[in-house]
């Protein structure tokens, strides 16, 4: 299910049991080729809930990486989570008729011991689609349970996020929404591990992404194809529009708005 092992560093554990949680993409490989996908991982994510006790405070599925805030339930987080990424894999591999590992190592952790660090870790991961340029609003991003807090919840435990705010339920949506939208540069998991990412890496990334032969072929694309590929691309960590624009033969400024 994990990639090739690194050296490991013991997690720290949380005095509250709740941690934000992320799982990458092998080598920044996509993990969600399409909203079927997608709806698959929160089947399996829902599905365990029940098995393993835990409690979902928050998620964003991106294209090559996930965010999760959990409480770990009856079994520990650990075995939670390999239930999860073998579910998936194993559906994922069949479907696209692959085998081998999808995730990069052994998913990220870190601790959440207070209440204010919950909101401001929940509006980070609910603002990863906005700061990835893909939304202008993070109402418009339809797999984050941001969504699920002002409608009706399937996966997502969501009083304890209101009751911090306010024990009037009403006020307390008007002040969580406010607060999700607020702008916030914290930093988080994913922020303190950017790279630069080589030329060589970048033209492999791109032909993976294209399914192309060539980097360059990307250019030779219809353009919806083209540009779906650029916002990917832009998503990942380490790429900029300056290097695929060197390596594919198309403008910065097509990238730019792709």
């Known amino acids: 299910m994990w990639g090739e092992s690194m050296p490991r560093r013991a997690r720290q554990s949380s005095k509250?049991?709740?941690?934000?949680?992320?799982?990458?993409?092998?080598?920044?490989?996509?993990?969600?080729?399409?909203d079927e996908d997608r709806e698959k991982f929160?089947?399996?994510?829902?599905?365990?809930?029940?098995?393993?006790?835990?409690?979902?405070?928050?998620?964003?599925?991106?294209?090559?990486?996930?965010?999760?805030?959990i409480?770990?339930?009856?079994?520990?987080?650990?075995?939670?989570?390999?239930?999860i990424g073998a579910?998936?894999?194993?559906?994922?591999?069949?479907?696209?008729?692959?085998?081998?590992?999808?995730?990069?190592?052994?998913?990220?952790?870190?601790p959440v011991e207070d209440d204010s660090y919950l909101l401001t870790v929940l509006r980070y991961i609910h603002q990863n689609?906005?700061?990835?340029?893909?939304?202008?609003?993070?109402?418009?991003?339809?797999?984050?349970?941001?969504?699920?807090?002002?409608?009706?919840?399937?996966?997502?435990?969501?009083a304890l996020i209101f009751n911090?705010?306010?024990?009037?339920?009403?006020?307390?949506?008007?002040?969580?929404v406010q607060f999700m939208n607020q702008s916030d540069d914290s930093p988080f998991l994913d922020i303190n591990e950017t790279k630069k990412i080589s030329d060589k890496e970048a033209k492999e990334i791109i032909e993976r992404y294209g399914n192309l032969k060539a980097a360059g072929e990307l250019r030779k694309l219809e353009k919806?194809?083209?540009?779906?590929?650029?916002?990917?691309?832009?998503?990942?960590?380490?790429?900029s529009t300056r290097q695929i624009a060197r390596i594919t033969g198309i403008s910065q400024s097509v990238i730019t708005r792709a």
């Open 87 to 110: 579910s998936y894999v194993y559906w994922y591999n069949r479907k696209y008729e692959r085998c081998g590992h999808l995730f990069q190592d052994r998913y990220m952790s870190e």
């Open 164 to 176: 911090i705010l306010s024990e009037d339920l009403s006020r307390a949506k008007g002040i969580f």
């Open 16 to 34: 509250t049991g709740i941690y934000h949680i992320m799982l990458r993409g092998i080598n920044r490989q996509s993990i969600f080729e399409d």
């Open 129 to 158: 689609p906005l700061k990835a340029k893909i939304v202008n609003h993070i109402k418009e991003y339809k797999w984050s349970s941001y969504g699920e807090y002002l409608g009706k919840e399937k996966i997502i435990e969501p």
């Open 224 to 239: 919806d194809k083209r540009d779906e590929v650029l916002r990917k691309l832009k998503q990942i960590q380490g790429i």
């Open 42 to 69: 929160l089947q399996v994510l829902n599905k365990y809930k029940e098995i393993c006790r835990y409690l979902v405070y928050g998620y964003c599925l991106m294209d090559n990486h996930i965010h999760l805030l």
């Open 71 to 83: 409480k770990e339930g009856e079994e520990i987080l650990a075995d939670a989570m390999k239930r």
